[in-house]
């Protein structure tokens, strides 16, 4: 059993079924990273894991544990943690303050982990003292996984991280979430860089129309001819 | 030289001194509906109604220790009623959140159905008022009158022009320079406050971050209400409590809060201000003030007032419409409301 | 809860209510509340077709009733000649000024290709330039006509027209202002048209009551000329001595009585004619894409519809229809005094109406106009009657008990406040529900 598994997702929003069936499951220490065409129910299946849906049918089983009923704010509580695509900063709060809010629920040792966020985002320690709504895309991404990771959670699901983002950003932010993964968290991402993506993650997901079509480490993934030809663009 | 500081004390004294106490007045109440705006997105036609309520308790409070012989002249009465009053005001805007606003919040309503019900509680609680005290009016300040009363400046500088500063306005600039540093201090600097902030900027981060969005609301309603009643107090012991007329202050309340942008509590200020300072400088008839400063065969014959004081709500909501059209997010706001 | 819902039944409860009134407090003051109960019913159906039809959120109520009664006093008052030659020139060069003013802006604002500042100034000067003007002819031009027999006229008067003719004048009058409103204010955000509305209302029930040139203000207008006889030519009348002798009825009591009948015979056609253009515009096409159009503004949007304008054309029918109920109010008072215009009565308690009936309904907001007023008028006595027996413990000597019974009519507010907040939340759609699609909470 992984440490986080989503198994047999079903579910959507009035009526409609958007996942059907899907399964994602991410260990510790490891990259889970889900892509698939527009519409495939990627974003949605993050939100099932984070209890932002409910579900028909499967359950969602963290640490051995069935959270499938659980709420997410008790969820940020179990030590998971989400970065939402769009509106993950707090725009009128300055950098360290958007920090302090992702580390409201810790009674104490809030400003060590801000100093290790500054370590692994050497920038944001400079722009501290700015409103995150002035910096610029990739600083912006650095600000909501800081603030992720202010809970210090033992899971981290990031959605289109990289969305909107400069390539050589790309590349950077792709790197610290090699090391964050490394430090032991467990990251489940969606991703439309889904080539590069694919590269750094220890088990990639294939979402069709709410369904798994290919699973695999991301290296067999990307040496797929079919998952090549009809996903990643040849 | 004379003919200038005469000017200079005249306007001060009906232009100056009058328009920063009520621009202290509408903006602890702009304050209080625009952060209810922040948090709960909606725009609170009751909160008038909860000025006047905490002003009816503060009278009530003010009759009870007159009844037992306290006080502290020269000051108000009303000033050591103000924690009472405070209190109460915000139980009954704690209940009236619990008993009515939560069914529609956690429905996640559209705003316009939030706004329909506090009309709803408006209308109740205007009822409630002029049920309990009457829509009488009553004055209830019983502090010393005057800081420096226009006779003793006459006297002491020898000016024609009297300049008086009462106790009153003395008291609500003081006040409401306190709330206002307190608020942000509690915005800014703590915890807490920072936690509300976050949820106005973006509810559904907060959420992820595991903010308490009861805690965050009731603690808006706290503050609201909170200062709903200095303001009220504040403004009945300027002037004098009647029921009708903290209804008519909904209307420059709005306005404020709509120029310094709906959901900014530093426009608010400004925006009290704004309302304030056009509210007495369009409808002061301006002929004594120009006969010091033109020679006299200058004289204008008429009074020189722009618009008629009962025209004065007119004003702020000329303020409202242009604010409105010209720029939708406040004169000082950037983020849309 | 079938039964409930009924309209038939609905209405024949408040038939009831109405005649057991007759039957223990008298039919005179039946008869009072029934043709209070039929304006407020139309008010309230005015009111329904912007918030109900097209969630159009009017707060401004009280200022269509009040621009409603003001066209009464314009139409059926005999001009006031002295009036008119001390001060008519200078009203009409004065409107000539506004005229010009609102033209000269109009073409700078639309046709002139200036630089945004530079517009504003030339609007700000123009602006100033047509208050100066106006500083040095209205205002001795309102003076010389208020002076003129202040106690007794002190204003233009009116064209001297049968009363009846206002309610066509006084619909047209508040579809007029409301299409000024709309212009300005229906592009808002909805909170902040309530805002707005709310405001209008105040300013321009601020104007009845000051400008004095106009309506006489606060020295109010009264003697109105009467559409129904009057009781004294009816005691004198011979046929009306006999009908009252054939119902077995005190001439005096009767002649009231009749009075009032005869008016609500001239508001029931009205009531049935406006419910039955209500009716047919909800059914017909246009009112089905109405509420296509308030249930989902994006989807309307996306099929071409021009939104602005179709709530704009709602919002000056519905005032069209409120100012017809000032109208009619005034008429039936007889006199028109501005600071009776309270939002508490005028606004809000239509508002209430019209939820409590169901919004969207039109037989709702009628049903809702009746039996909120009904309530309104015998909250009173029945306030008073509460809390006489409630302080008898008290003694007649006690202050409270004094000052409870005082205040008694402000208890019907909270009545009234109670019974909306009740209503909103456990039966949001009110008595007699919209037919389909959604409604209030959802």
Redesign the interface.
Known sequence: MAFLSGQDMTGGYTGTDILRGCTVEVEKGEISVVVGPNGAGKSTAMKAVFGMLVLRRGKVILDGEDITGLP??LR??RGM??V?QT???????TVE?NL???G??RAQGVAETIGEVFELFPVLAEKRRQPA?ELSGGQRQQVAVG?AL??KPSVLILDEPTAGVSPIVVHELFDKVIEIAHRGVAILMVEQNAQQALAIADTGYVLVQGENRFTGSGRALLADDEVRMSFLGG | MENLLNAVVLAANYLVIPATTYGCQIALGALGVTLIFSVLRFSNFAHGEMMSFGTMITIFTVWGLQAAGISIQPLSTALLALPVSIAATIAVTLLTDRWVYRFYRVRRVEPIIMVIVSAGLMFFFSGLTRFVIGPEDRNFDDGVRFIISAREFKERTGLAEGMSFRTTQAATIIVAVACVALLFWFLERTRTGKTMRAYADNEDLALLSGIDPEKVVMLAWTIAASLAAIAGTLYGMDKSYKPFVYQELLMPIFAAAIAGGFGNPLGAIAGGFLVAFSEVALTYPYKRLVSYLVPPSWQPDGLLQFLATDYKYAISFFILIIVLFTRPTGLLGKRSA | MKLLHSRIFLFAVMALLLIATGLVQSWSVVTTILNLCLISAIMSLGVNIQWGYAGLVNFGVMGFCAVGGMAVVLVAEPPVGAAWSAGGRGIAISAFIVAVAIAACLVVARKLKLRTRLKQLVLAAIIMIAIFLLKQVFGPATEAIEAVDPSLSGYLGGLGLPILASWIVAPVLAAGVAWLVGKAALGLRTDYLAIATFGISEILVTLVRNEDWLTRGVKNVVGLPRPAPYEIDLQQAIWFQHLAAGLGQPVDGFSTIFVKLCFAALFIPVLALLMWLSESALNSPWGRMMRAVRDNEVAANAMGKDIKKIHLTVFVLGAAVIGLGGAMLVTLDGQFTPSSYQPQRFTFLIWIMMIIGGSGNNWGAVLGGFLIWFCWVEAEPAGVWLLDLLTRGLGEQSELRHHLLANASQMRLVVMGVVLLVVLRFMPRGLIPEKRGQSFSD
Do not use: I
């Open positions: 997410p704010q940020v509580a943690s989400l939402p509106h993950n900063v707090f725009a009128s709060m303050e302090e809010m992702g409201v629920t709504g603030r202010m809970t």
